[in-house]
């Protein structure tokens, strides 16, 4: 695959770039810019207000910053120095240097940075979380889910919500139209009864019934499709701060020197969890 490269930094006056291929920066990226690459994205320094699309890595030698509209998606692994009011989205895994604050961020991968300070922040990682500690302004400020693929919860409430609607609209149709008719959709030959004034508002009803069935079955697909594998693991070499909430799924250890408490941990049913700590004080929901 193709390189495009910049030798020194980028700026807003020279605009948005998109290639089909890898794109190099030497330097500095600042401004409001989106760079959308079919492979990889390699940039030297640091990023500020920068949107970055890669269907390969991302990895960026030194800070990215923004504000919270900024979105940092790769298909492959992403690596970064430090992170602050962005977006992280990745099917491979996250590893930073320094501190990760005030940020949203999904993987399916691991989250990894044995230096590295999170802060203020809701990460949503499968296959785990090794950190330096985890720290919180105010209560709730970090929630770490563990063990669940991020696609799949999107796909999931997206299709959910139309399901709701749908459902909605054909219970309001139906009481609308009252028991007679209700019998009517449900029963064809006694539908055919009635006459031709009622059929309209049956076929609606019917059309709502198969929008329904379909949805379930797509709901269902996914769950099929995106497997929650590996075990999650939460690893932190200081400590976890009073106000973390921790959602684990599937097989889950948690290994820390200290837990600042109470801190909210909320388990699947379904799965077995192992916690391993010194000094825990410790909240369970």
């Known amino acids: 695959m193709r390189e495009h490269r910049i030798p020194?930094?980028?700026n807003q006056k020279k605009g948005d770039i998109e290639y089909n291929g890898h794109i190099r920066i030497d330097g500095d990226v600042r401004g409001y810019i989106n760079i959308k690459a079919a492979g990889d994205i390699n940039i030297g320094g640091d990023c500020e207000n920068?949107?970055?699309?890669?269907?390969?890595?991302?990895n960026v030698g030194g800070n990215i910053t923004g504000s919270t509209r900024n979105l940092i998606t790769a298909t492959d692994d992403i690596s970064l120095g430090g992170i602050r009011d962005v977006g992280i989205r990745c099917n491979g895994n996250l590893s930073t240097v320094i501190r990760v604050e005030n940020s949203n961020i999904n993987i399916c991968g691991q989250l990894s940075g044995p230096k590295t300070i999170l802060r203020d922040c809701h990460v949503t990682a499968l296959k785990g979380i090794l950190l330096h500690s985890v720290e919180c302004s105010g209560p709730g400020s970090s929630i770490l889910t563990v063990g669940v693929n991020f696609q799949r919860i999107e796909d999931t409430a997206f299709l959910q919500e139309k399901l709701d609607k749908k459902e909605f609209e054909l219970q309001h149709l139906l009481d609308r139209l009252g028991p007679m008719l209700q019998r009517a959709v449900r029963e064809r030959d006694y539908g055919l009864k009635l006459g031709p004034d009622i059929d309209t508002e049956v076929s609606r009803c019917r059309n709502f019934d198969k929008e329904i069935s379909v949805l379930r079955k797509d709901i269902q697909k996914i769950k099929e499709h995106?497997?929650?594998e590996a075990v999650a693991c939460i690893a932190v070499n200081r400590a976890i701060q009073s106000g973390t909430q921790i959602y684990i799924k599937r097989y889950f250890k948690m290994a820390t020197s200290n837990i600042n408490g109470p801190v909210s941990f909320i388990a699947n049913d379904e799965k077995n969890c192992i916690i391993k700590e010194q000094n825990l004080l410790l909240h369970e929901v």
Do not use: E, V
């Open 226 to 228: 995106y497997s929650d």
């Open 8 to 10: 020194g930094s980028l």
């Open 50 to 58: 920068t949107n970055l699309t890669a269907g390969g890595s991302i």
